[in-house]
């Protein structure tokens, strides 16, 4: 399957919704601690001074803020997120006017070539249709464009996959429900995501039909990735 579907979408939307309070400490918490390493590792080269940069689905805005870290603030940052409450979250969070856009990945009010790099920190995965929102992604990019992912991986191999399954189905809610009580419990929504994104090898191939090369790194054996993708 290639997205949630949207039916499935509004679900998640509402679970994002509940889960604003409790969102960054359970995700640091369920990542291991290594989400914030993650951007920056899939950041780091990719991102340029002066750069107007796109965050897709960007929730609290924590990618832009690690992109604002490595370019000591010399960029331009437009937090696009389906969420009007993350959104408002963010410009209270950040004490600092943004550029806000609430609207989803499949259609996004940017012209095209407009934009130089476009980042999805643990975002891309709730596309409604990951067809549409590449596509869409690949439009407002320029034609030196970057297009960074940090996301949970799905193996391609069966033995690692299961293992990821496993933590993502019965390990996740444990950990998200010590951390924040009875509210963490809805985090067990991940798991439906997970199960609806491809698996790594498809998403590589998805991202080559649209963009001209695609650098692929994989860490925990596949269970989580960064990917850059140039148009």
Not at 148 to 172: H, M, Q
Request: glycine share 8%; aromatic share 12%.
């Amino acid at each position: 399957m290639s997205g949630l579907g949207l039916n499935y979408w509004k679900e998640v939307i509402a679970v994002l919704r509940n889960i604003i309070p409790v969102y960054d400490k359970v995700n640091k918490s369920i990542s291991l601690g290594q989400d914030d390493k993650y951007r920056e590792c899939g950041l780091n080269g990719q991102i340029r001074p002066g750069d107007l940069i796109l965050d897709a689905g960007s929730g609290f805005g924590n990618m832009s803020s690690k992109a604002l870290e490595i370019l000591r603030d010399d960029a331009r940052i437009i937090l696009h997120d389906p969420i009007r409450e993350m959104l408002h979250y963010a410009q209270n969070l950040r004490n600092q006017k943004l550029n806000l856009s609430c609207g989803v990945f499949e259609y996004m009010p940017f012209r095209e070539s407009s934009v130089d790099a476009v980042l999805c920190g643990y975002s891309l995965r709730d596309a409604f249709s990951l067809i549409e929102a590449i596509s869409e992604i690949h439009r407002v990019l320029k034609n030196d464009g970057r297009f960074i992912i940090v996301d949970i991986g799905k193996p391609d191999n069966a033995f690692f996959r299961s293992i990821v399954t496993f933590y993502l189905k019965y390990i996740l809610g444990i950990i998200a429900y010590s951390v924040s009580g009875r509210r963490g419990l809805r985090f067990k929504t991940l798991y439906g995501t997970f199960t609806r994104w491809p698996n790594n090898g498809i998403l590589n191939d998805l991202l080559m039909k649209k963009f001209s090369k695609v650098k692929f790194t994989k860490k925990l054996f596949g269970g989580a990735i960064i990917v850059v993708a140039y148009k």
